[in-house]
């Protein structure tokens, strides 16, 4: 049992630090921020808070949240109001 907890944490941790980070300065005069065509609400992305700001000044929990709803640029942390 311990075992497989180690591997789903290995798991998670791996599709973490993996992941395409874009890591890049927003400016709002660049187009386009937004690709409907990667827009795909099906996809299981993992629960870890790891908050990025999209090109669209919209705060989203992680990454993965924001890739699914089609954000093409997004830096770390959420959106300052």
């Known amino acids: 049992m311990t075992r497989i907890i180690s591997y789903s944490i290995l ?9 395409c980070n874009k ?6 005069d660049e187009e386009p921020c937004i690709d409907t065509e990667l827009i795909n609400q099906t996809i299981i992305c993992y629960a870890i808070y790891a908050p990025v700001c999209g ?17 093409l640029r997004y830096v770390d942390g959420a959106c300052k109001e």
């Open 23 to 28: 890591n890049e300065e927003i400016t709002p």
């Open 55 to 71: 090109c669209n000044e919209k705060t989203y929990s992680n990454d993965c949240i924001a890739e699914s709803n089609g954000i």
């Open 11 to 19: 798991f998670i941790l791996l599709i973490y630090f993996s992941s």
